[in-house]
DNA sequence: CTCGGTGCAAATAATTTGCACAGTT
DNA sequence: AACTGTGCAAATTATTTGCACCGAG
C-alpha cells in the first residue's frame, strides 16, 4: 500500500469523505518530501480543479491536521504543512534547508542536557538544519558554508 | 547603567531618534520577562499614550528588531517578540510555559549528534520548555507531569 | 531648522465563517 | 436519500503603506 493510500484510509477511517480532492491533497503530501505553504497547496491544488477556493484548502489542512496525518509548523517564513512524520519513538530531524527534506535523528540530547536547578522539563525541540546529500550533490543549493551556528 | 538606557543607548549609537515611545518600548522589553505579543505591547503603550496607532508599534517593532536589540520569534501561538539576550556565545534556552522568562544553556548537543552522512550541518535549534523554579514555587503554573517529550 | 517619527486611513495579506448547492456513502 | 464537503462572498484578523503634520536633535 502506497503512503497516498495510507492517508487516505487513515481519513477514511476517521469518517471523512474520500473526495477527488481529499485524495489529491492525500497524494501531494505524500509525495512532497518537505514542507508545504497554504499558497503552495492551493497553487497545486489549482492546477488541478480550476474552480477550486482557499477555503476548502484550509478546510482540508485543518481536518486532516486534527486527523493527524499532516502536522502544522510555525517556521520563520510562516506556516507550513508536511506529511506526519509517524515514527512511533522520540526523534528529532534533520531538515534540509534546500529542499526541505527532513530526516530523522534517534539521538536525544535531552537526556545528557544539565537542567539549572529548580527548572521542570516539560518538552524540548531540536532540529538540525543543512543540506541533505541530494542537494549537495546536484549541486543547486545555496551556497553553504559549514559553520557552526552562532 | 540600567537595561533600558543600555537598549535606549544602543538606539541612539546607531541614529534612532529617542522618543517618549521609543523609551517606553524600550523599558517594556528591559523589564519583561519572556516574550510579548504586537497586541500585548500596542496594550501596554495604549495605556501611556492613549492616542497611540497601531502601526507605530510594528514599525518600532521592526526597527528595532533590525537594530538587534530585540528579537522576533514565530511561535506556535504566533509571532511574539523578546529582548534580545545578547550573550555573545553560542547558547540554547530554556523556556517557562508559566511566565515565558529564559534561562541559558551552555552546553550544545550538537557536537555530540550523530549526523547522516552526506548530510551538511549549517544551524541547529534546541529549546527546553517547562516550569522555572519561582513558577513551580508560586504554584500559579499549570498542573506539570514531570513527562518526558514524545 | 531639518528630517525622521507619528497618527490616520486605507491597502494587503492571511484566515475564517455563513449559506445554498453538489457529491459521497 | 441523508448528510458532509464545496464554492462563493463576505467577515475577521494581522500587517503594511502613503501622506501630511509634529517634534527630536
Same mark, same amino acid.
Given at each position: 500500500?502506497?503512503e497516498t493510500? #495510507?492517508i487516505?484510509? %487513515?481519513?477514511?477511517? *476517521?469518517? /471523512? %469523505? !474520500?473526495?477527488? *480532492?481529499r #485524495?489529491t491533497l492525500a497524494q501531494l503530501f505524500a509525495e512532497a518530501p518537505g514542507y508545504l505553504?497554504?499558497?503552495?497547496i492551493?497553487?497545486h491544488?489549482? $492546477? @488541478?480543479?480550476?474552480?477550486?477556493?482557499?477555503?476548502? @484548502?484550509? $478546510?482540508n489542512l #485543518? @481536518?486532516m491536521?486534527? /486527523? =493527524?496525518v499532516i502536522e *502544522?509548523?510555525?517556521?520563520?517564513?510562516?506556516?507550513?504543512f508536511k506529511r506526519s512524520?509517524?515514527?512511533?519513538?522520540?526523534?528529532?530531524?534533520? !531538515?534540509? /534547508? *534546500?529542499?526541505?527534506?527532513?530526516?530523522? !535523528? #534517534?539521538?536525544?540530547?535531552?537526556?545528557?542536557?544539565?537542567?539549572?536547578?529548580?527548572?521542570?522539563? @516539560? $518538552?524540548?525541540?531540536?532540529?538540525?538544519?543543512?543540506?541533505?546529500? =541530494?542537494? %549537495?550533490?546536484?549541486?543547486?543549493?545555496?551556497?553553504?558554508?559549514?559553520? %557552526?551556528?552562532?
Amino acid at each position: 500500500m502506497g503512503e497516498t493510500e #495510507r492517508i487516505v484510509q %487513515r481519513m477514511s477511517d *476517521q469518517g /471523512l %469523505r !474520500i473526495t477527488e *480532492q481529499r #485524495r489529491t491533497l492525500a497524494q501531494l503530501f505524500a509525495e512532497a518530501p518537505g514542507y508545504l505553504t497554504p499558497k503552495e497547496i492551493y497553487d497545486h491544488m489549482q $492546477r @488541478v480543479y480550476p474552480g477550486l477556493s482557499f477555503d476548502t @484548502v484550509y $478546510r482540508n489542512l #485543518r @481536518v486532516m491536521q486534527e /486527523l =493527524d496525518v499532516i502536522e *502544522q509548523f510555525m517556521l520563520e517564513e510562516g506556516v507550513k504543512f508536511k506529511r506526519s512524520c509517524g515514527e512511533p519513538h522520540h526523534h528529532h530531524h534533520m !531538515i534540509c /534547508l *534546500q529542499c526541505e527534506k527532513t530526516v530523522p !535523528i #534517534r539521538s536525544c540530547p535531552m537526556p545528557d542536557t544539565a537542567v539549572p536547578s529548580g527548572f521542570e522539563v @516539560v $518538552r524540548h525541540k531540536f532540529e538540525v538544519y543543512g543540506y541533505c546529500a =541530494d542537494c %549537495r550533490e546536484s549541486g543547486d543549493r545555496a551556497q553553504a558554508s559549514a559553520g %557552526r551556528t552562532p
